[in-house]
């Protein structure tokens, strides 16, 4: 039986994207199809390196052959990934800005960017990470970076501020350029300008996810960030307690205002449970159980999932080696899976909007 790559792409048309709801073929997912005998190559380009799906998807693209055309054939499947974008960030080459908010200080925002940017790094993606919290910045300390200062470059008169790059990730912080001892008693024209500067005058290079942590609230920063550049989506992180669930909201409700209108990619639960040492399996909702799960489903957002109360967390981080970082650690595969998802829901919102530009012919 002779192969024909028109043969290979029919079978693979049969295998759906299963967030995008279309086959491979049609989204351009497969590529550099070569046929010698029975020997079947071509790889598939997936929206990130993060894809949860990644192993579903190969098994489908195998079978699909094996079943459409012959069960003889011998299948051999390349996954890449190639991060998707939806709109110009106006950051050059930076592909997507993901905004770490919460309505309230004190749920560990910082911890869940953190580890956000280096599980999103070590699964291939380029990572960028801006400490946002211009008043209390804590990402110099949570990288173990504290006394350090980024170096600059001159390029045709114009200088350009290189970031600090650590475990994989660039990163810039106000915390870089200010004595940590002491306050930071900026009026808000001030801190909208710091900001500003940490996106534009920072040669970042090739980034596939710009972290931002947001500080709390919904002040000059959020909506310095929000109006300024297009932010892909938004994550809102919170504990279980009503006191936070209610400043949350805030948060949510500032990022679906029409004049932000900021795509919400999900609700972390952080200090969810707590489990013993001598007790690993057991969990005790010390501060109250399901509350981030009913706020997504109240506003309709996914829920990325829950972060334990676990010492090594804040001592990691105090330490400046975040404990996503650790693989044997049961907490690093809980953040590298929060990735994934972040991964898969920034993949999906670029192709909703794409679709939208196309529908509304801007495309």
Known sequence: MIITKEQVLQALSNVEEPDLKKDLVTLNMI????????RVSFSVILTTPACPLKAM?????????????????DVHINMNSSVTTQKNTGVPRVKNIIAVASGKGGVGKSTVAVNLALALAKTGAKVGLIDADIYGPSIPIMFGLEGERPKARDVEGKTWIRPI????VKLLSVGFFTDPDKPIPWRGPMVSTALKQLFN????????????????????????????????????VT?????????????IAMFKMSAINVPLLGVVENMSYFSPDEQPESKY?????????????????????????????SDSGDAGAPIVLQD?????????????????????CNAKALE??????VL
């Open 356 to 361: 939208t530009r196309k529908l509304a012919g």
């Open 31 to 38: 590529q550099d199809v070569y046929i010698e005998g029975n």
């Open 239 to 251: 504990t279980p307690q009503n006191v936070a669930l209610s400043d949350a909201k805030k948060a």
């Open 285 to 313: 909702y010390v501060f109250g159980q399901g509350g981030g799960q009913k706020l997504a489903s109240q506003f309709d957002v996914p829920f990325l999932g829950e972060i334990p109360i676990i010492k090594s967390i």
């Open 328 to 348: 044997e650690s049961p907490m690093a595969a809980a953040f590298i899976a929060m990735a994934k998802s972040v991964a898969q829901q920034v993949a999906i």
């Open 201 to 236: 005058d920072a040669d970042w290079g090739e980034i596939d996810y710009m972290v931002v942590d947001l500080p709390p609230g919904t002040g000059d920063i959020h909506l310095t960030l929000t109006q300024t550049f297009p932010v892909t989506g938004a994550i809102i």
């Open 57 to 73: 998807i190969e098994n489908a693209c195998r079978n699909a052959i094996l079943y459409f055309i012959s069960k003889e054939a």
């Open 165 to 168: 790059e650590k475990y994989g």
